[in-house]
């Protein structure tokens, strides 16, 4: 199921980021990774990652991993402490169903987009709202782009 909502906003605070290029394996670590960090802070993640991919080359996806926290920490070489993340203006999927067809419904974005004539100005920001890992057809996830609010 698929719900395309227009002005709508993103906006989460104290956010640990991560970005690179990686294969899904190498994600995974350093989710991990990033969790015994949060830990080892004596912070707590207060709220599903978001996540942006900018690319996608090969095995590899170059993308970001944005984790909400209950406090601020300290930024590492490999994780930027991010006081917020605010998209306004954002046109909005809201998905649910099994995350494979994510993909379909970031193409019927994308075509609302166009056939809107708006001009999108960020990627895709994906929250999952909840992941069903008895029943993945229950798991929702909206992705934000944010648009241009000027009329050109």
Do not use: F, W
């Not at 395309?4 to 290029?21: D, P, Q, T, V, W």
């Not at 075509?111 to 920001?125: A, D, L, R």
């Amino acid at each position: 199921m698929l719900e395309i909502k227009e002005n709508h906003e993103l906006y989460a605070e104290r956010l640990l980021s991560y970005r690179g290029k990686v294969t899904q394996a190498e994600l995974e670590l350093i989710a991990k990774d990033m969790e015994n960090y949060i830990h080892n802070m004596s912070a707590n993640r207060i709220g599903n990652a978001i996540t942006a991919t900018y690319a996608i080359e090969g095995d590899k996806v170059d993308i970001e991993l944005l984790i909400p926290l209950d406090k601020s920490v300290a930024s590492t070489d490999a994780y930027i402490y991010k006081d917020q993340i605010k998209i306004v203006n954002a046109v909005v999927a809201s998905y649910k169903g099994n995350p494979i067809g994510l993909r379909d419904a970031c193409n019927s974005l994308n075509q609302y987009i166009i056939e809107h004539e708006m001009q999108p100005i960020t990627i895709g920001y994906n929250v999952t709202r909840k992941m069903d890992m008895i029943n993945p057809d229950n798991t929702e996830i909206d992705v934000y782009v944010g648009i241009n609010p000027n009329i050109l």
